[in-house]
């Protein structure tokens, strides 16, 4: 069953990383990011019944990370491989259901699958700054050990 996450996972950001137009020479790249993501979202929420949202965060943060590091060995933007990465992550389906439970006039669970939407979204964008805060003051550490 994790084999199949990872390869569908692998995929779908390898296949947004084409659909935004990133170079070739990355999109394998691209891929290795949403699968380690999604890997993390995996192993923390189904293995070991850690709740989406910290495992959504946990996982967003690795991605950023390992677009940093990607970003500083191959060249290229960091935006090429965080976007790319973070496609999986991104909880379109619980939009989508929580838009069609309010067009069935289902508004109590419209509004839960809402919050849960927003507070996944809002977990994927503080997983993304907090490993940029990391990042700056490591980067600030390591030039002050230089001096």
């Not at 090429?80 to 929580?98: E, F, H, N, R, T």
């Amino acid at each position: 069953m994790l084999i199949e996450h990872l390869i569908t996972s692998f995929i779908s950001s390898a296949g947004f990383g084409i659909i935004f137009n990133v170079p070739r020479k990355t999109l394998l790249q691209c891929g290795f990011v949403g699968m380690a993501g999604w890997c993390v979202y995996i192993t923390l929420s189904l293995f070991m019944g850690i709740d989406v949202i910290p495992a959504t965060l946990a996982a967003a943060f690795l991605v950023a990370v390992v677009s940093q590091l990607f970003a500083r060995m191959y060249k290229v933007p960091i935006i090429v491989y965080s976007v790319a990465g973070i496609i999986p992550l991104v909880p379109g389906g619980m939009a989508y259901d929580a838009m069609r439970k309010m067009v069935e006039n289902n508004y109590t669970l419209a509004i839960e699958l809402t919050i849960k939407a927003f507070m996944l979204s809002g977990s994927i964008a503080i997983g993304l700054v907090f490993s940029e805060v990391v990042n700056q003051i490591i980067t600030k550490y390591q030039a002050r050990a230089r001096y």
